[in-house]
T-cell receptor
Framework: GEDVEQSLFLSVREGDSSVINCTYT??????LYWYKQEPGAGLQLLTY?????DMKQDQRLTVLLNKKDKHLSLRIADTQTGDSAIYFC???????????FGTGTRLQVFP | EAGVTQFPSHSVIEKGQTVTLRCDPI?????LYWYRRVMGKEIKFLLH????????ESGMPNNRFLAERTGGTYSTLKVQPAELEDSGVYFC?????????????FGPGTRLTVL
Protein backbone atom coordinates (compact mmCIF):
# COMPACT_ATOMS: atom_id res chain seq x y z
CA GLY A 1 0.00 0.00 0.00
CA GLU A 2 0.89 3.63 -0.14
CA ASP A 3 1.88 5.32 3.08
CA VAL A 4 4.29 8.13 3.91
CA GLU A 5 5.16 8.97 7.50
CA GLN A 6 6.89 11.94 9.10
CA SER A 7 7.42 13.19 12.61
CA LEU A 8 5.10 16.10 13.41
CA PHE A 9 7.44 18.63 14.99
CA LEU A 10 11.06 19.71 14.98
CA SER A 11 12.56 22.60 16.88
CA VAL A 12 16.11 23.85 16.24
CA ARG A 13 18.26 26.81 17.14
CA GLU A 14 19.15 29.32 14.45
CA GLY A 15 22.45 28.40 12.81
CA ASP A 16 22.17 24.70 13.61
CA SER A 17 21.38 22.00 11.07
CA SER A 18 17.88 20.58 10.78
CA VAL A 19 17.17 17.03 9.70
CA ILE A 20 13.63 16.11 8.72
CA ASN A 21 12.93 12.43 8.22
CA CYS A 22 10.39 10.55 6.14
CA THR A 23 9.59 6.89 5.56
CA TYR A 24 7.54 5.47 2.73
CA THR A 25 6.18 2.05 1.93
CA UNK A 26 5.72 1.91 -1.84
CA UNK A 27 8.80 0.22 -3.27
CA UNK A 28 7.83 1.27 -6.78
CA UNK A 29 8.27 4.96 -5.95
CA UNK A 30 10.40 6.60 -8.58
CA UNK A 31 10.39 10.22 -7.47
CA LEU A 32 10.57 11.59 -3.95
CA TYR A 33 9.90 15.23 -3.19
CA TRP A 34 10.24 17.77 -0.44
CA TYR A 35 7.71 20.60 -0.35
CA LYS A 36 7.67 23.61 1.97
CA GLN A 37 4.54 25.40 3.11
CA GLU A 38 4.81 28.79 4.75
CA PRO A 39 1.81 30.27 6.59
CA GLY A 40 -0.94 31.33 4.20
CA ALA A 41 0.96 30.12 1.17
CA GLY A 42 0.78 27.13 -1.14
CA LEU A 43 3.21 24.27 -1.33
CA GLN A 44 6.58 25.19 -2.76
CA LEU A 45 8.75 22.47 -4.27
CA LEU A 46 12.15 22.57 -2.58
CA THR A 47 13.88 19.65 -4.20
CA TYR A 48 13.32 16.16 -5.50
CA UNK A 49 15.36 13.02 -5.99
CA UNK A 50 15.07 10.11 -8.36
CA UNK A 51 14.93 6.69 -6.76
CA UNK A 52 18.16 5.63 -8.47
CA UNK A 53 20.08 8.32 -6.58
CA ASP A 54 21.42 8.20 -3.03
CA MET A 55 22.02 11.87 -2.44
CA LYS A 56 21.30 15.26 -3.89
CA GLN A 57 22.70 18.57 -2.71
CA ASP A 58 21.36 22.00 -3.54
CA GLN A 59 22.94 24.89 -1.66
CA ARG A 60 21.89 24.50 2.00
CA LEU A 61 19.70 21.49 1.26
CA THR A 62 20.90 17.88 1.24
CA VAL A 63 18.57 15.00 0.45
CA LEU A 64 19.55 11.47 1.40
CA LEU A 65 17.71 8.40 0.16
CA ASN A 66 18.06 4.91 1.61
CA LYS A 67 16.05 2.70 -0.73
CA LYS A 68 16.64 -0.44 1.28
CA ASP A 69 15.03 1.09 4.37
CA LYS A 70 12.65 3.30 2.35
CA HIS A 71 13.92 6.31 4.27
CA LEU A 72 14.27 9.85 2.97
CA SER A 73 15.75 12.79 4.83
CA LEU A 74 16.13 16.50 4.24
CA ARG A 75 19.00 18.30 5.89
CA ILE A 76 18.98 22.07 6.07
CA ALA A 77 22.35 23.54 6.91
CA ASP A 78 22.66 26.80 8.86
CA THR A 79 18.94 26.91 9.58
CA GLN A 80 17.44 30.40 9.57
CA THR A 81 14.22 31.78 11.07
CA GLY A 82 12.89 32.05 7.52
CA ASP A 83 13.08 28.28 7.27
CA SER A 84 10.27 27.96 9.81
CA ALA A 85 7.45 26.24 7.93
CA ILE A 86 5.78 22.89 7.41
CA TYR A 87 7.82 20.45 5.31
CA PHE A 88 6.05 17.71 3.39
CA CYS A 89 7.63 14.60 1.98
CA UNK A 90 5.89 13.11 -1.07
CA UNK A 91 6.37 10.17 -3.39
CA UNK A 92 5.26 9.40 -6.90
CA UNK A 93 5.40 6.22 -8.94
CA UNK A 94 6.30 6.07 -12.61
CA UNK A 95 2.83 5.23 -13.88
CA UNK A 96 0.87 8.00 -12.19
CA UNK A 97 0.98 11.74 -11.57
CA UNK A 98 -0.57 11.31 -8.12
CA UNK A 99 1.59 12.55 -5.25
CA UNK A 100 1.36 10.68 -1.95
CA PHE A 101 2.15 13.05 0.89
CA GLY A 102 3.17 12.61 4.48
CA THR A 103 1.54 14.46 7.37
CA GLY A 104 4.11 17.23 7.26
CA THR A 105 6.78 18.23 9.81
CA ARG A 106 6.44 21.62 11.43
CA LEU A 107 9.92 23.13 11.76
CA GLN A 108 10.33 25.87 14.32
CA VAL A 109 13.57 27.84 14.38
CA PHE A 110 14.32 29.87 17.48
CA PRO A 111 17.02 32.52 17.94
CA GLU B 1 3.87 34.71 -14.94
CA ALA B 2 0.93 34.23 -12.57
CA GLY B 3 0.91 31.12 -10.43
CA VAL B 4 -1.98 28.85 -9.58
CA THR B 5 -4.82 30.83 -8.03
CA GLN B 6 -7.73 29.59 -5.97
CA PHE B 7 -10.98 31.20 -4.94
CA PRO B 8 -12.19 31.75 -2.30
CA SER B 9 -9.35 31.70 0.18
CA HIS B 10 -11.76 30.85 2.98
CA SER B 11 -15.30 29.55 3.05
CA VAL B 12 -17.51 28.92 6.07
CA ILE B 13 -20.79 27.11 5.43
CA GLU B 14 -23.33 25.11 7.34
CA LYS B 15 -23.78 21.39 7.05
CA GLY B 16 -26.05 20.58 4.15
CA GLN B 17 -25.17 23.64 2.11
CA THR B 18 -23.35 23.67 -1.20
CA VAL B 19 -19.94 25.16 -1.85
CA THR B 20 -18.03 25.58 -5.09
CA LEU B 21 -14.28 26.03 -5.11
CA ARG B 22 -12.45 27.40 -8.13
CA CYS B 23 -8.92 26.86 -9.39
CA ASP B 24 -7.14 28.71 -12.17
CA PRO B 25 -4.02 26.82 -13.23
CA ILE B 26 -0.91 28.32 -14.73
CA UNK B 27 -1.70 29.31 -18.29
CA UNK B 28 -0.88 26.54 -20.74
CA UNK B 29 -0.76 23.74 -18.17
CA UNK B 30 -2.71 20.74 -19.34
CA UNK B 31 -2.58 18.89 -16.03
CA LEU B 32 -4.69 20.03 -13.10
CA TYR B 33 -4.94 18.30 -9.73
CA TRP B 34 -7.06 18.64 -6.63
CA TYR B 35 -5.78 17.62 -3.19
CA ARG B 36 -7.06 18.22 0.32
CA ARG B 37 -5.65 18.27 3.81
CA VAL B 38 -8.09 17.39 6.56
CA MET B 39 -7.48 18.35 10.20
CA GLY B 40 -3.68 18.58 10.02
CA LYS B 41 -3.34 15.15 8.51
CA GLU B 42 -1.58 14.21 5.30
CA ILE B 43 -2.43 15.91 2.04
CA LYS B 44 -4.53 13.51 -0.01
CA PHE B 45 -4.97 13.34 -3.74
CA LEU B 46 -8.50 13.79 -5.03
CA LEU B 47 -8.28 13.81 -8.81
CA HIS B 48 -6.31 14.67 -11.92
CA UNK B 49 -7.47 16.34 -15.13
CA UNK B 50 -5.63 16.26 -18.41
CA UNK B 51 -7.16 19.18 -20.25
CA UNK B 52 -10.91 18.66 -19.79
CA UNK B 53 -10.76 14.90 -19.20
CA UNK B 54 -10.58 13.16 -15.84
CA UNK B 55 -7.41 11.09 -15.91
CA UNK B 56 -7.61 9.75 -12.38
CA GLU B 57 -10.41 10.32 -9.90
CA SER B 58 -9.49 7.54 -7.53
CA GLY B 59 -9.20 9.91 -4.56
CA MET B 60 -12.66 11.42 -4.72
CA PRO B 61 -14.27 10.48 -1.39
CA ASN B 62 -17.88 10.08 -2.50
CA ASN B 63 -20.52 11.31 -4.91
CA ARG B 64 -21.08 14.52 -2.96
CA PHE B 65 -17.96 15.83 -4.68
CA LEU B 66 -18.14 16.92 -8.32
CA ALA B 67 -15.16 18.27 -10.22
CA GLU B 68 -15.33 19.88 -13.63
CA ARG B 69 -12.92 21.47 -16.04
CA THR B 70 -14.96 22.69 -18.95
CA GLY B 71 -12.80 23.93 -21.82
CA GLY B 72 -9.67 22.63 -20.19
CA THR B 73 -8.86 25.88 -18.41
CA TYR B 74 -10.09 26.58 -14.89
CA SER B 75 -11.63 23.90 -12.71
CA THR B 76 -14.37 23.86 -10.10
CA LEU B 77 -14.90 21.47 -7.22
CA LYS B 78 -18.42 21.39 -5.86
CA VAL B 79 -19.39 19.80 -2.57
CA GLN B 80 -23.11 19.14 -2.27
CA PRO B 81 -24.33 18.69 0.40
CA ALA B 82 -21.39 19.53 2.62
CA GLU B 83 -20.74 17.44 5.74
CA LEU B 84 -18.68 18.25 8.82
CA GLU B 85 -15.87 15.91 7.75
CA ASP B 86 -15.38 17.87 4.54
CA SER B 87 -13.69 20.66 6.49
CA GLY B 88 -10.07 21.13 5.52
CA VAL B 89 -7.79 22.89 3.08
CA TYR B 90 -8.33 22.15 -0.60
CA PHE B 91 -5.27 22.59 -2.79
CA CYS B 92 -5.13 22.82 -6.53
CA UNK B 93 -1.99 22.20 -8.55
CA UNK B 94 -1.05 22.29 -12.20
CA UNK B 95 1.80 20.93 -14.26
CA UNK B 96 3.13 20.59 -17.75
CA UNK B 97 5.63 17.98 -18.85
CA UNK B 98 8.57 19.64 -20.58
CA UNK B 99 11.93 18.18 -21.56
CA UNK B 100 11.80 15.39 -19.02
CA UNK B 101 11.14 17.75 -16.15
CA UNK B 102 8.00 17.63 -14.12
CA UNK B 103 6.77 19.75 -11.23
CA UNK B 104 3.35 20.30 -9.77
CA UNK B 105 2.83 23.96 -8.90
CA PHE B 106 0.43 24.46 -6.02
CA GLY B 107 -2.03 27.21 -5.26
CA PRO B 108 -2.46 28.72 -1.77
CA GLY B 109 -5.47 26.55 -1.02
CA THR B 110 -9.06 27.18 0.01
CA ARG B 111 -9.82 26.65 3.67
CA LEU B 112 -13.30 25.16 3.99
CA THR B 113 -15.06 25.08 7.34
CA VAL B 114 -18.36 23.21 7.61
CA LEU B 115 -20.32 24.00 10.77
Amino acid sequence: GEDVEQSLFLSVREGDSSVINCTYTDSSSTYLYWYKQEPGAGLQLLTYIFSNMDMKQDQRLTVLLNKKDKHLSLRIADTQTGDSAIYFCAERTYNTDKLIFGTGTRLQVFP
Amino acid sequence: EAGVTQFPSHSVIEKGQTVTLRCDPISGHDNLYWYRRVMGKEIKFLLHFVKESKQDESGMPNNRFLAERTGGTYSTLKVQPAELEDSGVYFCASSQWTSGEYEQFFGPGTRLTVL
